[in-house]
């Protein structure tokens, strides 16, 4: 064999060799978010916006997480043979976030509302949802009507929100990033009232001394899990995960140990198609 066949072969297989390593490394997603096939093994990545108690909060550090959705997740992942890696993310900008692929998941006490499903998919409610209004001890403020003419305190980017701003007459809207800093506000009276979930003003009423839950209001909010638009098949397997959690007592014992209350019957057998 010629000196230049022999390079020629030489330089063939090194070729080969490269594309092998490349072809080996490439597929390597299992940490990766925005995968998108459901496929078992996987880590599930799912933003959350914490802390926003006693859905999602920090554990013992701010790299550990804790609360009614991350212990759903958890269950979740769990029957699809993935384990669930959380990222703490701005409510604002959360399904931005998850358009752009930074995670698989957003789980964030989200509402299901049409505005939102232009631009993500949601699972099948596991959360029946009103609002509530937080103020100082001894307020005068009793009922959504009261706000009128109210500097009212809400969480950026959530339902609260465009509560307050459609269905009252408050004075001024004073958005907030997170629901606990509305609560030195209140105190102080730079704000008359706050609006936000129920569960989330109770809680806050519970740790913080000088402020109470002075009214709900009704709003028949149902909260969902949130993918990118298009990822049918993580959405199917996320909604027969979520069967089986409400059918195991899964979803009961969480609604028992983070709210203190049972998961609502109609909730057990509660489907969502998108709008």
Not at 96 to 110: E, H, I
Not at 115 to 122: A, G, S
Not at 125 to 140: H, M, N, R, T, W
Request: glycine share 10%; net charge negative; hydrophobic share 35%.
């Amino acid at each position: 064999m010629g000196n230049s066949r022999l390079t020629a072969l030489l330089a063939a297989l090194a070729l080969c060799a490269i594309a092998l390593f490349a072809a080996g490394c490439g597929d390597d997603d299992d940490d990766g978010a925005g995968g998108g096939d459901g496929g078992g093994g996987q880590t599930l990545t799912v933003g959350s916006d914490v802390p926003y108690p006693p859905f999602e909060q920090f554990g013992e550090s701010k790299t550990e997480f804790t609360g009614f959705d991350v212990e759903l997740v958890e269950a979740v992942a769990e029957k699809l043979g993935r384990e669930a890696k959380f990222v703490d993310t701005s409510f604002d900008t959360i399904f931005r976030d998850l358009a752009q692929g930074k995670f698989d998941m957003v789980a964030s006490a989200t509402t299901i509302t049409p505005e939102r499903e232009k631009t993500v998919d949601f699972s099948d409610p596991y959360y029946l949802a009103e609002q509530a209004i937080l103020v100082k001890e001894g307020s005068d403020v009793k009922s959504a009507e009261d706000l009128a003419d109210m500097t009212v305190g809400v969480q950026q980017g959530t339902t609260g929100q465009e509560y307050v701003e459609e269905e009252t007459e408050a004075g001024e809207v004073r958005p907030y990033p997170e629901g606990p800093d509305m609560v030195t506000p209140l105190r102080g009276g730079t704000i008359d009232a706050a609006v936000l979930d129920i569960p989330v003003a109770e809680k806050l009423a519970e740790s913080q001394p000088g402020i109470e839950v002075s009214a709900e209001i009704k709003t028949g909010e149902e909260y969902g899990l949130v993918v990118q638009q298009g990822e049918e098949d993580l959405l199917d397997e996320v909604n027969e995960a979520l069967q089986e959690i409400k059918d195991d007592g899964t979803l009961n014992d969480l609604y028992e140990k983070w709210l203190e209350v049972e998961a609502p019957q109609e909730l057990l057998s509660a489907t969502h198609e998108a709008s």
